[in-house]
């Protein structure tokens, strides 16, 4: 029994996987704040954007 829980205290797999998903929500709550912060400019440049796609259409 020492030897499974010794193993088990030792493996770093899931570790890894709790901090891929730590960096995931940090990155999302950066998206996600900055389209907060900036709603009108991104308004306007994604209006920009589909102006220009339809404009060549």
């Known amino acids: 029994m020492d ?3 010794a ?3 030792q493996d770093e797999q899931g570790a890894t996987a709790v901090e891929y998903g ?3 929500a940090i990155i999302g709550l950066g998206i996600i704040s900055s389209i907060e912060m ?3 400019t991104l308004n306007g440049m994604l209006g920009s ?3 220009a796609f339809g404009e060549e259409g």
């Open 49 to 51: 954007v589909v102006e």
């Open 7 to 9: 193993r088990f205290w």
């Open 3 to 5: 030897r499974v829980i």
């Open 22 to 24: 730590l960096m995931a």
């Open 38 to 40: 900036f709603p009108e």
